[in-house]
């Protein structure tokens, strides 16, 4: 049953003039009484084949001319290079054999006609159907792009040697604030879906050193944006003796090593998708600048911007931002009074704490938040009393302080979001296969 031939070889020309089985899916099919065009879809690409009646005989002329789109087959045929076909090849069939048909009664819903309402945007329909529609071409190029981003993730880090470490999803108190906590029932009790895996690396930095996840991290965003969902992909780092500017350093090395990886790995998936590759080519290459908050805070009053000195940069901040950037840029130092208490304070002015975001051109955002970590126990009681946040559930985490606390910091990137900017998606819902916001948890 194994598979040995995929359709981008073919299309590639590993197979001219020579006779193939391969297998998958109709894409499109259409034609006469005497010859059938069948466009066949696999994972790698998609090809034309040619089906005369004269040729395969009647009983399979008729089982090709009525098989609906999706249904799955067997084909043999000549492989045929032919410049007017798309991909530059066709099959010229000899057999076929359906494997799995489609009842003409539930023919396939995601039609031509369904994706063009839906006009790039994704319709309830779309959304309630999202189990098929993965097989459109648009999703199953984002799904690829989406995996060479986690390799690259991956591959960064353990090529400098960090160890992959896994945190509980099951958690007692909050990292990123209590309005964004999902409450689960435990035992009679209550517990919480973790907002990020941060906290448990702390812990395990005095053992590790330098330490990274891939992990999904739970927050209840109630309001809908297009870069929020209820359940993201978080991949976090956390590395001991290290400065905001070494933390900040490897944040740029792994967003430049994941532009590269897609320069590789997923140049046809950008093309496809509309993206500039020079501009990739200099997420890859260029240096991302850093630019304290009291800046970013004069540059937006200079735009004539309501924004006031303390408060944190939502979306519409950062979008008129980014909109003067060619590259990431990195927001440093910003007002203790909009971070939380685990951000170290800058022993230079007690003002500011010790972290940065990075945010994304094209008016894309923030995609990083980090810095250097309160690591002294005293400073850590200090922060938590002036924030009033009670103790009970963060004592493990002192406790990290009290047996030889040394200096620390760490980074938490939105897997999805990366993906979105660089696939140049409108919406965060459209790199990820089955998205989770406010109103959804089906299919
Ligand atoms: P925002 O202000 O945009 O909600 P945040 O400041 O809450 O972000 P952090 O707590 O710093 O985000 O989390 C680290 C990273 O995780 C963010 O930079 C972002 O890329 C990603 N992230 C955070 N919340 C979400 C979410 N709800 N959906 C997708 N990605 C998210
Ligand atoms: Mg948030």
Redesign the pocket.
């Given at each position: 049953m194994a598979k040995d031939i995929w359709i981008g070889d073919v299309q590639n020309g590993d197979y001219d003039g020579q006779e193939v089985e391969l297998k998958g899916w109709i894409k499109r099919t259409r034609g006469s009484n005497k010859i059938r065009f069948v466009v066949l879809r696999d994972s790698t690409g998609t090809i034309q084949c040619v089906a005369k009646r004269d040729v395969v005989g009647d009983d399979a002329f008729e089982a090709i001319a009525s098989a609906l789109i999706e249904s799955s087959l067997i084909v043999r045929g000549t492989v045929n290079v032919d410049e007017r076909s798309e991909g530059g090849h066709e099959l010229v069939v000899s057999g076929i054999e359906i494997v799995g048909p489609v009842d003409p009664e539930r023919p396939f819903p995601i039609t031509e006609s369904a994706m063009k309402a839906a006009d790039g945007g994704e319709t309830e329909f779309l959304l309630d159907n999202r189990h098929l529609y993965l097989r459109t071409s648009r999703m199953t190029t984002m799904l690829k792009m989406r995996s060479s981003v986690f390799g690259a993730i991956h591959s960064y880090f353990r090529d400098l040697d960090f160890v992959e470490y896994q945190a509980p999803n099951f958690v007692a108190g909050a990292?990123?604030?209590g309005s964004?906590l999902f409450e689960v029932p435990y035992f009679g009790r209550k517990a919480y879906l973790t907002?990020?895996w941060q906290l448990y690396a702390e812990a395990a930095m005095p053992a590790l050193e330098r330490l990274y996840t891939i992990a999904p991290?739970f927050?209840a965003?109630k309001s809908r944006?297009r870069?929020?969902?209820?359940?993201?992909?978080?991949a976090?780092m956390e590395i001991a003796w290290a400065s905001n500017d070494e933390v900040m350093n490897h944040g740029e090395g792994v967003v430049r090593h994941i532009a590269s990886t897609l320069l590789d790995e997923r140049r046809e998936e950008l093309q496809s998708l509309g993206r500039d590759l020079e501009l990739i080519g200099r997420y890859a290459d260029s240096p991302f600048p850093r630019m304290r908050y009291d800046e970013a805070i004069e540059i937006l009053q200079g735009k004539g911007v309501d924004v006031e000195w303390g408060q944190?940069?939502?979306?519409s901040k950062?979008k008129i931002l980014t909109q003067d950037f060619e590259v990431p840029h990195f927001l440093t130092h910003y007002p203790k009074v909009a971070k939380p208490f685990y951000h170290r304070v800058d022993p230079e002015d007690d003002k500011y704490v010790l972290c940065h975001?990075?945010l994304a051109p094209e008016g894309y955002?923030?995609?990083?938040?980090?810095g250097e970590r309160t690591w002294s126990e005293q400073e850590i009681l200090a922060r938590l009393e002036e924030e009033g946040t009670p103790k009970e559930a963060y004592q493990f985490y002192i406790d990290t302080r009290s047996y030889g606390g040394v200096p620390h910091g760490g980074?938490?990137?939105?897997?999805?979001?990366?993906c979105s900017w660089l696939g140049g998606a409108d919406h965060?819902r459209e790199v990820i296969p089955f998205p989770r916001d406010s109103r959804r948890v089906t299919p």
């Open positions: 990292v990123e604030g964004t907002q990020s991290s927050r965003e944006t870069r929020h969902l209820t359940e993201f992909w978080h976090e944190d940069l939502d979306y950062e975001d990075l955002g923030e995609i990083i938040g980090g980074f938490g990137l939105g897997v999805d979001r990366v965060i």
